[in-house]
């Protein structure tokens, strides 16, 4: 599960400042949540502090458990104990970017297991192959990312977020180049892919009509100033389950 409390993010300084404001999350396993909202109000800041690439200006609660196993991130923010978040960050968080993020100078199949070769983790073969399966990525192995389509990158993207079992998986506008077909077919074997393996997922998305089809909830952002902003006397955003 993942319990997120009072996490704050500042971008810029003094009457430049945004604040990009979480006042509560909770998220469960196999839950996958859309992050709506107009460009430029601080989706992608706030996915990015929670995936541990900003460091918050303030957190008041951040634990991450899977399994036996729980993590009090705010305490290691807090204490700014780096290591321990890199290890956390590497093992528990799988991210899917805009532009698939893909090295170039690797295969399909090399892409999609290098989270595991850098965490020394075996791969599951019976997780590999059915990831393959349901991406339909068995043709595609062999090439590489300037070989592929758009929509063929992002699926390797997303065979790469997930192959690790993570317990989050971040995904900022995976959809977005993509037609209104690819986009609801990639987006059906996400969800389901997510909910399948238990893990929990956030994505940044533009598409209402995709959020709707699949009856998503939606972390929403919210442009006025809730009184947690209005005391610093500064705008922001703060995002509404």
Not at 28 to 46: F, H, I, N
Not at 108 to 125: A, S
Request: aromatic share 6%; with cysteine; hydrophobic share 45%.
């Amino acid at each position: 599960m993942l319990h997120i409390e009072e996490l704050c993010v500042v971008r810029g300084q003094g009457n430049n400042a945004h604040r990009v404001y979480l006042p509560k999350l909770t998220l469960r396993p196999g839950q996958v949540v859309a992050v709506t909202g107009e460009s430029g109000c601080g989706k992608s800041t706030l996915l990015e502090a929670i995936g541990l690439l900003l460091q918050p200006s303030k957190i008041g609660r951040f634990e991450l458990s899977e399994g036996t196993q729980q993590f009090s991130i705010a305490t290691l923010l807090n204490g700014n104990r780096h290591n321990e978040l890199a290890a956390i960050r590497a093992r528990q968080l799988g991210f899917v970017l805009q532009n698939g993020g893909l090295l170039p100078y690797q295969n399909v199949k090399d892409n999609i297991l290098l989270p595991c070769q850098l965490l020394g983790l075996t791969p599951d073969n019976a997780m590999l192959e059915r990831v393959i399966d349901a991406l339909k990525l068995a043709p595609l192995l062999a090439k590489y990312p300037t070989q592929l389509s758009f929509g063929e990158r992002q699926r390797t993207a997303f065979a790469r977020a997930i192959l690790h079992r993570p317990a989050l998986v971040l995904a900022d506008e995976p959809t977005a180049a993509l037609d209104p077909y690819n986009a609801q077919k990639l987006f059906s074997l996400f969800i389901e892919l997510v909910r399948q393996e238990g893990m929990m997922a956030l994505v940044v998305c533009h598409d209402w009509p995709l959020v709707q089809h699949f009856n998503l909830p939606c972390l929403t952002a919210q442009p006025e100033l809730s009184t947690a902003l209005a005391e610093h006397k500064q705008g922001g955003t703060y995002f509404v389950l």
